[in-house]
């Protein structure tokens, strides 16, 4: 009687594992997707108000310095077949209200360091 019950439960728990896969589970996108043709718009000088007008506001701003300014995406798969989970992320620092430095994940303009006015 208790075998038959083990094998019982033994069955259901194989058949619940193996229908696992057919879940559906969507991906989870946070913080600010940018574009690589976006990013090459940046140019050393911009103001914030022309930085917010290309690439929309940051995620973070530092706390304590407002000189910073964080851009991140992050996404979380929901299933392993669509690819993997991956972040990017852009920093950029100001100098007196303007761009002076951009880090992160994307690549610059040849044109970075030509001002806008010039």
């Not at 940018?34 to 990013?39: A, F, G, N, P, T």
């Not at 140019?43 to 407002?66: A, C, H, W």
Request: charge should be negative.
């Amino acid at each position: 009687m208790k075998l038959q019950h083990l094998l019982v439960i033994l069955g259901i728990t194989l058949t619940s594992t193996a229908c696992s896969n057919w879940i559906y589970r969507i991906d989870v996108p946070q913080g600010n997707f940018l574009d690589q043709r976006d990013v090459k718009k940046l140019r050393v000088g911009m103001t914030k108000e022309q930085v917010i007008y290309v690439l929309g506001n940051p995620v973070v701003q530092d706390s304590f310095d407002d000189s910073t300014w964080y851009y991140v995406y992050d996404m979380k798969r929901g299933m392993r077949k669509r690819g993997e989970d991956f972040q990017k992320q852009l920093v950029i620092n100001f100098v007196d209200g303007k761009v002076a430095t951009v880090e992160g994940d994307f690549e610059l303009s040849e044109e970075f360091d030509t001002p806008l006015d010039s």
